[in-house]
T-cell receptor, first 113, second 109 residues
Framework: EAGVAQSPRYKIIEKRQSVAFWCNPI?????LYWYQQILGQGPKLLIQ????????DSQLPKDRFSAERLKGVDSTLKIQPAKLEDSAVYLC???????????FGQGTRLTVV | GEDVEQSLFLSVREGDSSVINCTYT??????LYWYKQEPGAGLQLLTY?????DMKQDQRLTVLLNKKDKHLSLRIADTQTGDSAIYFC?????????FGQGTTLQVKP
């Protein structure tokens, strides 16, 4: 079974530029999550999708972050414009049935300079 | 708000037992989890415990849950150098999780 795929693995941008991350969850997984992991901290949930609908985006800084999952499969997370404090690893996870294990991708490491 | 706290660093010798501790605040969480993160890798679920259990054993791993004190621990028996990693405690439900800041486990040969 293929795991959660994320791209790119690494990205370096200048502040005020835009960036987008892509996630392909495990086939058939209805629920998808984006997490932000700042160096030295635990991951923090940004947004949760159920199929193509947003379940929880209360922790997403909506002035600069946006996410979509238009067809209920792949998802993109965008930052526009980026700030220095957005430097982090962005992790995508997916789950199938309720109360089952969440599978995480390897993440995209973003460095904003 | 909900919070999960862990000690930041633990160093043990190969073959010893490791005990990583965690405290949490949200008593309504259905499950409590332990994840492992190796350098450059994503998060790997090690084990979890249902909130109405006190203990769970899975090969070298033992999870203890003290609901009264909101304290969770992970014991790794016969710790190996391959166990060196960051261990995260998390509370929540399935993929909607609140993580601690992680405990770095260093295993010395």
């Amino acid at each position: 079974e293929a795991g959660v795929a994320q791209s790119p693995r690494y990205k370096i941008i200048e502040k005020r530029q835009s960036v987008a991350f892509w996630c392909n969850p495990i086939s058939g997984h209805a629920t998808l999550y984006w997490y932000q992991q700042i160096l030295g901290q635990g991951p923090k949930l940004l947004i949760q999708f159920q199929n193509n609908g947003v379940v929880d985006d209360s922790q997403l800084p909506k002035d600069r972050f946006s996410a979509e999952r238009l067809k209920g499969v792949d998802s993109t997370l965008k930052i526009q414009p980026a700030k220095l404090e957005d430097s982090a690893v962005y992790l995508c996870a997916s789950t199938g049935q309720p109360n089952t294990e969440a599978f995480f991708g390897q993440g995209t490491r973003l460095t904003v300079v | 708000g909900e919070d999960v706290e862990q000690s930041l660093f633990l160093s043990v010798r190969e073959g010893d037992s490791s005990v990583i501790n965690c405290t949490y605040t949200d008593s309504s969480s259905t499950y409590l989890y332990w994840y492992k993160q190796e350098p450059g890798a994503g998060l790997q679920l090690l084990t979890y415990i249902f909130s109405n259990m006190d203990m769970k054993q899975d090969q070298r791993l033992t999870v203890l849950l003290n609901k009264k004190d909101k304290h969770l621990s992970l014991r790794i028996a016969d710790t190996q150098t391959g166990d060196s990693a960051i261990y995260f405690c998390a509370e929540g439900d399935t993929g909607k999780l609140i993580f601690g800041q992680g405990t770095t486990l260093q295993v010395k040969p």
